[in-house]
């Protein structure tokens, strides 16, 4: 059973609550420490300072949970304009192939005109009102926002 936290792979921990990624997120504090030489601790998730270093402030750790909400939204489209362009490929070769079957047309040689045309007179291959639409994925499940 997954909370869907940010970088968790178990537990029962909202989202919200996360506080330190459970992967080790790469991002360092970029804060320095009074003696000078840089804090080094790991960074709120989302964020590019430690608890210490201000993470912990209530606007800090809003301004970190909306960005790392950003990159997961768009990481999130990635994958899933990837997986539908892949889709809608392989749909569309599927029609190209029904009309080069019906027509006897070679497939490298069919164009949008003939499949409009072999619909028409076949009733085939299926329009666009079949073709795969993008699909949202349980990977990346929306998250309560922080109080
Ligand atoms: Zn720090």
């Not at 073709?131 to 349980?138: H, K, Q, V, Y």
Request: proline share 6%; with cysteine.
């Amino acid at each position: 059973m997954t909370a869907g936290g940010f970088g968790s792979t178990h537990g029962t921990v909202p989202a919200y609550r996360v506080t330190v990624a459970r992967v080790r997120q790469a991002r360092q504090c970029s804060a320095r420490r009074t003696n000078g030489e840089p804090c080094r601790a790991f960074a709120i998730v989302g964020g590019t300072v430690c608890r210490t270093h201000g993470g912990a402030a209530p606007q800090v750790r809003h301004a970190a949970y909306v960005a790392e909400f950003e990159r997961r939204e768009r990481r999130h489209f990635d994958v899933i304009y990837e997986r539908w362009r892949q889709e809608y490929a392989e749909w569309q070769t599927g029609r190209i192939f029904v009309v080069a079957k019906l027509t006897g047309i070679p497939p490298e040689r069919v164009t949008a005109f003939d499949v409009g045309w072999c619909r028409g007179l076949y009733g085939a291959p299926a329009g666009e009102e079949t073709a795969p639409t993008m699909r949202r994925d349980r990977r990346f499940r929306s998250v309560q926002p922080p109080r």
